[in-house]
């Protein structure tokens, strides 16, 4: 190559690149505002209510930009979901790496702060729901599970109390959707103490 072609190539190359990434910054910046509505969206219509015209205006976006990033509502509702369920479950591992403290109190208040407003929570149980009709929504729910199991882990290695606290965990915040008033975090902590005692304490009992 002659030498005012190399330096031609390395004029162009800073003015190339930087414009790539400023567009893919703004697509992505643009497909979380839209995932982002379509969950107030869920949180205030319900499921129902989420159409290409809907979210778009809710991100205040043109509809072209909901159908250009997300070919149906469907792949819309599983973006939704798993970016909901990535989020509480980084949520949750951040708690379980978190050094010291009694991390049954810090996880009680999380779930009484969570319940008020109960808006974003609400639309996450109408997405977790859709992935039980929906089987290939439900590789989103995996992740937060597992975060769930390694909480658990922290009090007990016995399988049985993991299991149960992990399939217990979203019950304790559905009854709390339903509640007329929402639990305190003190009563979520006693739950929770209940069902990750102390070591030494209560043991499931099982029937031979």
Avoid at 21 to 28: M, Y
Avoid at 93 to 115: F, H, Q, S, T, Y
Avoid at 153 to 180: I, M, N, W
Wanted: proline letters at 6%.
């Amino acid at each position: 190559m002659r030498a005012h072609e190399r330096g031609r190539t390395t004029l162009n190359e800073p003015t190339t690149e930087p414009v790539t990434d400023g567009r893919r910054a703004k697509g992505e910046r643009r497909r979380r505002a839209l995932i982002e509505a379509t969950v107030r969206v869920i949180a205030r219509d319900g499921a129902a209510g989420v159409t290409h015209r809907t979210v778009a205006r809710e991100a205040e976006l043109p509809t072209t930009a909901t159908t250009y990033y997300f070919s149906s509502i469907d792949a819309l509702l599983t973006a939704a979901l798993t970016q909901c369920m990535e989020e509480d479950s980084a949520r949750i591992e951040a708690l379980v790496a978190a050094p010291g403290g009694d991390k049954r109190r810090v996880l009680a208040e999380l779930m009484a702060e969570i319940l008020s407003p109960p808006g974003h929570l609400l639309a996450e149980f109408e997405l977790y729901l859709l992935a039980v009709r929906r089987p290939e929504q439900r590789a989103a729910t995996r992740r937060w599970q597992e975060a769930l199991a390694a909480f658990a882990r922290q009090f007990t290695h016995e399988p049985l109390r993991v299991k149960l606290f992990a399939q217990s965990y979203d019950g304790l915040l559905l009854q709390g959707l339903l509640a007329d008033k929402p639990p305190t975090a003190d009563e979520f902590e006693e739950l929770l103490r209940e069902l990750l005692p102390d070591p030494g304490g209560a043991a499931l009992t099982r029937r031979a």
